[in-house]
């Protein structure tokens, strides 16, 4: 009855503060960070929607403030270029330069802007061999030994119901005990512990062998090792101790993650590679395609200053003089270019189709952002390398099998495939019971003081009191139900993978087809565009020969050749540009692509002993074993050494 009251006003209290607490928040503002905020919430007393306030963006101390580009694209124009604001460049230079500066492998798609967290970068092996959960060091360190020490001081002062306890039933301790040891996890499971512990003892019991203080000292040795589920250093080098269904980190499965990582960096060079070529033949053809327009407009403007001035032909004046406009205009377009899709990777091909948009300056824009340069400078890279034009044919069996084992994504798969056969290994291990032996042996000393000849350390020296222990611990999951879903689990992530390698094969076999018969179409392509840019120039040579001879030829004959020569070097230029993008292709495709570029990959240098330790494990390796004898992760010392 007298509970109520105090209840309720209790709870007239907790509800009063809530609500002076939320006034006071209406009328404040709330920080999402206290310091270095980047935004906040303002909440206003008079109705109305939060507004949210972005302050500066937080600064990174480590990194310095970006300096921006002082040169403009409108500070190169034709009067400035000359053979001084020209910059010539061959393909290498490009490539080697494009890898000097590339800490992020670049692409024209804007990768970096849209998804930053998918683009590729130089660090991304590092981070996964050091990513303190999944990675090797951190699988690793399951098995490092280590070391443990604790102290406690305690002061008891109880009273007992026992008067043959402590004074009377009064009890009064100072109690201090002191433990160190060091335990190892095993590769087979086994957990070993050595440990000491010491406790000081000083009590006000009547009946205490020594009046005053005592001491009581230990030194033990502990062993627990798994004989069905988490036993053998397969499992544990796949699953990590401590593993359960679905959680493994095994040193293997860590190192799977890191080859896969060094894959898809790999492959993020390759990508870097394709793109810097499909720049620069899109450079290449630019300037090809400038030319061309240039001259034909020469060739039609002195078409139109051979017409006569007078009022008859003043139609014919008129219509030289649109075709004159509109190759001028074509200029224009040509030199600047246009801000449109252009030769780069998974545009038709995995390396990149060639799309023929010309613009010297927006292409060469394209080349700066690839190989790392400023994006304007005021000169213009100019390519000098030229399209390899001699016939090249392929072994279709060999590009096959070389496609096969060298594709990055084919070798990113398989290791996939051997990540899922490993976790398939290690989850079969939890349908076994577990069972452990536990053995544990003591040393114990008992005395007045730790030192002296009445001491715990003499007798614990003397070994006077010895103490062991055996046996066995049985645990049996009725069912196996989480074991047998992660089996079951295991089973179809596996059978995944396999179909999505086999699709995988069939796609590349596809891609690689393509490539080869492009480069066949487009080899005979340049030649026939080459024989027929040879017929339209022996036709405008033939046209110009009857002025000189006094027959002048019809006007829209003379105009329709000249569109016709240009279409002509233009369609050469890009047949030329196919097919060295065809035999690109196909070094793509075959997974030989950085071979074709001159490009070698190679990891850090490991320390002298790493080299000679690999060199020793090789040595213990028994090559002549079966397989179904051998274990897969250690070889058994060979019986020739």
């Known amino acids: 009855m007298h509970h109520r009251p105090r209840t309720a006003a209790g709870k007239l209290w907790l509800l009063g503060l809530l609500l002076a607490s939320g006034c006071a928040l209406n009328g404040d503002r709330f920080d999402f960070c206290k310091d270095n905020s980047c ?7 008079t109705p109305g929607p939060a507004q949210l306030q972005f302050s500066e963006v937080c600064s990174v101390p480590c990194i310095g403030p970006t300096v921006a580009e002082q040169a403009s694209p409108l500070d190169l124009n034709e009067r400035t270029l000359s053979s001084e604001n020209v ?14 500066n590339s800490k992020i492998m670049r692409d024209l798609g804007g990768t970096v802007v849209r998804s930053p967290q998918s683009v590729v970068t130089m660090l991304d092996p590092g981070l996964m061999f050091s990513d303190p959960r999944l990675g090797e060091e951190a699988a690793l360190s399951a098995f490092d030994a280590n070391f443990f020490a604790n102290n406690y001081f305690e002061r008891n002062d109880r009273g007992l119901n026992n008067q043959f306890f402590g004074r009377n039933g009064l009890f009064k301790q100072d109690l201090n005990t002191t433990q160190t040891g060091i335990s190892k996890r095993s590769a087979t499971g086994g957990f070993y512990t050595f440990r000491n512990v010491t ?3 000083r009590n006000n019991q009547l009946s205490n062998r020594f009046p005053f203080d005592s001491w009581d000292t230990y030194v033990e040795a502990e062993a627990r090792q798994p004989l069905l589920q988490g036993a053998g250093t397969q499992f544990n080098r796949i699953a990590g101790p401590g593993a359960t269904p679905g959680q493994l980190n095994g040193v293997l499965l860590a190192r799977v993650r890191s080859d896969v990582t060094l894959i898809e960096f790999e492959r993020g060079v390759r990508d870097l590679l394709a793109e810097v070529e499909n720049t620069y033949w899109d450079l290449y053809y630019s300037y090809r395609d400038l030319e061309a327009r240039i001259d034909v407009r020469d060739i039609a403007q002195e078409t139109l200053n051979l017409q ?10 008129a219509q030289a003089e649109e075709q004159v406009y509109r190759f001028q205009a074509e200029i224009v377009d040509s030199l600047n270019g246009r801000p449109i899709d252009a030769t780069r990777t998974n545009n038709g091909s995995s ?12 292409a060469e824009r394209r080349l700066r952002l690839m190989v790392g340069m400023p994006i304007n400078d005021g000169r213009l890279i100019k390519p000098t390398d030229s399209p390899f034009s001699a016939p090249v044919v392929y072994d279709w069996s060999s590009s096959v099998n070389e496609a096969l084992r060298c594709r990055a994504e084919i070798r990113k798969q398989k290791w996939i495939v051997k990540q899922r056969e490993l976790e398939l290994v290690a989850n079969r291990n939890f349908l076994k019971p577990q069972l452990d032996v536990i053995s544990r042996y003591r040393f114990r000393g008992f005395g007045e003081d730790f030192l002296g000849s009445n001491s715990a350390s003499a007798s614990l020296y003397d070994g006077q009191f010895q103490e062991w222990q055996l046996g066995l611990e049985y645990n049996l999951p009725i069912g196996f139900r ?10 179809l992530s596996l059978a995944r993978e396999v179909q999505l390698l086999k699709e995988q094969e069939r796609f590349i076999h596809y891609s690689l087809s393509n490539a080869i018969n492009e480069g066949k179409r487009a080899y005979e392509n340049m030649l026939l565009q080459r024989k027929r840019l040879d017929a339209i120039v022996v036709q405008l040579n033939a046209i110009d020969a009857k002025g000189d001879q006094g027959e002048k030829a019809e006007l829209d004959v003379r105009l329709e050749t000249h569109r016709r020569l240009l279409d002509a070097r233009l369609r050469y230029h890009q047949a030329e540009v196919e097919y060295a993008l065809a035999l690109r292709n196909v070094n793509f495709e075959k997974g030989t692509l950085l071979e074709y570029c001159n490009v ?10 790493a080299y000679v330790d690999a060199a020793e494990r090789r040595d ?3 090559f002549d074993a079966q397989p179904a004898t051998r274990d897969i992760v250690i070889g058994a010392p060979s019986s020739k050494s």
């Open 620 to 622: 213990l390796l028994d």
């Open 87 to 100: 910059l010539p460049m061959t393909l290498q230079e490009c490539i080697q330069l494009a890898l000097s």
């Open 308 to 317: 006569d001035e007078n009022a008859t032909s003043r139609g014919k004046i």
């Open 600 to 609: 070698s990959l190679v990891e850090a240098m490991a320390p002298s002993k």
């Open 39 to 45: 935004m906040k919430l303002v909440t206003q007393p």
């Open 482 to 491: 989480r074991a047998h879903a992660a089996v079951q689990n295991s089973r």
């Open 351 to 362: 390396a990149g189709t060639f799309r023929s948009n010309g613009g010297v300056r927006i």
């Open 199 to 201: 406790a000081y003892d």
